[in-house]
């Protein structure tokens, strides 16, 4: 059988029993003789979601490992096919993360969508995160808490996936844009002062720009700056 479960991370039904998604082969297989062996298993729609979502899971909690900063609990996502809140969101106080799971809507194969949430999960427990939480848009300006909360979120989620191409399907089409794009982005602060209400993809762009390589045609003259924002994220525990 194969299940979407691991020390640090697992992916659940939702209600009100929380069960590790299992796929069981509907014949069984049982090898005679001990040597690696290499299958291609077909898993039903229904349940293939799962398996997805813990595999962009894993790929997170690897990178941050790697960044010495391994999640200190087990990460837990809650989906089903069909599953419905009112959007992906990450929770605090019941230290879970709900993905969407509906036909209109199937955030199990969003990629930027999960390690977005579970970016937001790490900032909780291995950094300092006071964002007040709700609903908001790239394209409008927040409290700071909320930008960059959301925007640092995107740059990490990003980064894991190593592509600046943030996509979040549905079927009346898709968010899909470049996350180092300032077209239709507000720039600066609402009022012009250093606390003033900012946008989340300013954050998003500014990050990723201290670590992409140089381009004169965008006037971004830094690279390889990154270690300095993981750096920050780490020491502001």
């Known amino acids: 059988e194969l299940r979407t ?14 069960n590790v998604h299992v796929y069981k082969h509907p014949t069984g297989f049982f090898p005679n003789y001990r040597k690696p062996i290499e299958m291609n298993v077909f898993i039903p729609q229904s349940q293939a979601g799962a398996f997805h979502i813990f595999e962009v899971l894993r790929k997170t909690n690897d990178w941050y490992r790697k960044q010495g900063m391994p999640m200190p609990s087990a990460t837990v996502i809650v989906w089903s096919d069909g599953y419905k809140p009112k ?27 999960i390690a977005h949430e579970i970016t937001h999960r790490a900032a909780w427990l291995l950094s300092t995160d006071n964002s007040p939480g709700g609903d908001h848009s790239r394209f ?33 089409g898709s968010i899909d844009y470049n996350v180092d794009s300032m077209t239709n982005i507000p720039k600066g602060t609402h009022d012009g002062t250093e606390s003033g209400n900012m946008s989340e993809a300013l954050v998003t762009a500014m990050l990723w720009d201290m670590n992409d390589p140089v381009n004169s045609s965008e006037n971004d003259n830094l690279s390889g ?6 750096n920050a994220f780490r020491n502001m525990r």
């Open 5 to 18: 479960e691991e020390p640090l991370g697992r992916v659940v039904t939702s209600g009100k029993t929380e």
């Open 87 to 113: 959007t992906s969101y990450f929770t605090r106080g019941t230290d879970r993360i709900h993905l969407l799971g509906t036909t209109a809507d199937p955030d199990q194969f969003d990629d930027s969508v």
């Open 140 to 172: 409008k300006q927040y409290v700071q808490t909320l930008a960059w909360s959301e925007g640092i979120a995107t740059y990490f989620g990003q980064t894991i996936l190593q592509t600046r191409r943030y996509v979040d399907t549905n079927t009346s």
């Open 225 to 230: 700056l990154g270690w300095i924002v993981v």
